[in-house]
């Protein structure tokens, strides 16, 4: 069962691209959009990275930070966002959580998903926005900035996130 608006979101320590990442540390009091995929590097999930991350102007505005799911291991994530940053002149500079054993789906309920996922959390690591892409249309980011604008319209906005540069090697 996919974990609902309301409910906490679970704590996990996880690789990414760029090294373990403990996601309530990392989070702090930002907002905060995870996205999953269920398949690793497919054309589709690139451009939902590259969409995003094209948005960080406004995410940083806002005091979201992002994370994104692959059921990829992180060394193949690693080559893949490099991939990326040549093919489509776009850096994915916020966390790639490898989740090729599935245990971090499993927290947010989706271990029998085969559809994409989105959650927004709140500062209080609250899931206060769910869905699940069961159409197969993709996600809107500029829409979910918008929802996040009313969220923070009735609750606050966190403070702005930090940007955090890009570890060195990549």
């Known amino acids: 069962m996919i974990i609902t608006v309301g409910e ?12 373990s990442l403990r996601f309530h540390a990392w989070l702090g009091g930002a907002w905060c959009v995870l996205f999953s995929h269920p398949r690793k590097f497919s054309a589709a999930f690139a451009a939902e990275l590259t969409a995003a991350a094209r948005l960080a102007p406004e995410w940083a505005r806002r005091g979201v930070k992002l994370v994104a799911l692959s059921p990829a291991t992180a060394e193949g994530q ?10 489509r002149g776009c850096m994915v500079d916020f966390p790639l959580v490898a989740d090729s054993d599935h245990a971090v789906a499993r927290l947010y309920g989706l271990a029998a998903a085969e559809d994409p996922a989105l959650f927004v959390i709140d500062p209080a690591r609250r899931i206060r926005i ?5 159409a197969g249309g993709g996600r809107d980011f500029e829409q979910i900035l918008h929802a996040i604008d009313r969220l923070q319209q009735v609750d606050g906005p966190a403070a702005p996130a930090p940007h955090i540069p890009r570890p060195t090697g990549r």
């Open 8 to 19: 906490p979101a679970p704590d996990f320590e996880q690789d990414t691209a760029n090294g």
């Open 78 to 87: 690693l080559e893949w966002l490099v991939d990326l940053e040549a093919t």
């Open 130 to 134: 769910a869905l699940v892409d069961t």
